[in-house]
């Protein structure tokens, strides 16, 4: 019988160590959406950590009512889409980890920086051991036109009229914090 493996410690990052973490993005609206992630290759900060996107974009469907999935799905169960090459063993970048009816999730490469390096005046302050990492999301969508969307009091505008919209912000995920050596 298999010793089960320990749960992550999420505040034991070993420096110098690949860590790969799974970014699970899920979509609210009624359109597929294509999103496109960036990062800095490295994470600001005294202590820098090499950070990469192994997918960086790819779509998530649309939120469509369940039960359209429950009507529509055969009884037998998605197969997993996983970017583990079975040769090898290893995640192949620009493939997406797993995906879903309104979700995708992708892998993040993060190699935590080294503590000990820090010495004399370039001494920690509190919390500078905590790895966060600020990534650039952007969303790309078409969405049905209405006359009051556009600011017009007439609303007899053509039907099934579609505009590409975009939506981008920063946002900043927490991975946990770097063991000291």
Not at 48 to 56: E, Y
Not at 64 to 90: C, K
Not at 121 to 137: G, K, M, T, Y
């Amino acid at each position: 019988m298999p010793t089960p493996q320990p749960p992550f410690n999420y505040n034991n990052l070993r420096s110098g160590i690949a860590t790969h973490f799974l970014l699970h993005v899920s979509n609210p609206l009624f359109d597929p959406i294509q999103v496109t992630l960036a990062t800095s290759s490295t994470t600001p900060g005294k202590v820098q950590s090499r950070v990469t996107i192994l997918c960086p974009q790819f779509e998530v469907g649309a939120n469509t009512d369940v039960w359209d999935d429950a009507l529509a799905s055969s009884p037998a169960p998605m197969p997993r889409r996983s970017t583990i090459n079975a040769e090898t063993g290893q995640i192949e970048a620009g493939k997406i980890w797993d995906k879903g009816r309104n979700w995708t999730s992708v892998a993040i490469e993060v190699i935590p920086g080294f503590l000990s390096e820090l010495g004399g005046e370039d001494e920690l302050d509190e919390d500078e051991d905590l790895l966060e990492i600020p990534i650039f999301v952007r969303l790309e969508f078409e969405a049905d036109v209405n006359a009051e969307e556009r600011g017009l009091g007439d609303s007899r505008g053509s039907k099934g009229e579609r505009e590409k919209r975009e939506e981008a912000f920063w946002t900043v995920v927490g991975a946990g914090r770097i063991a000291s050596a």
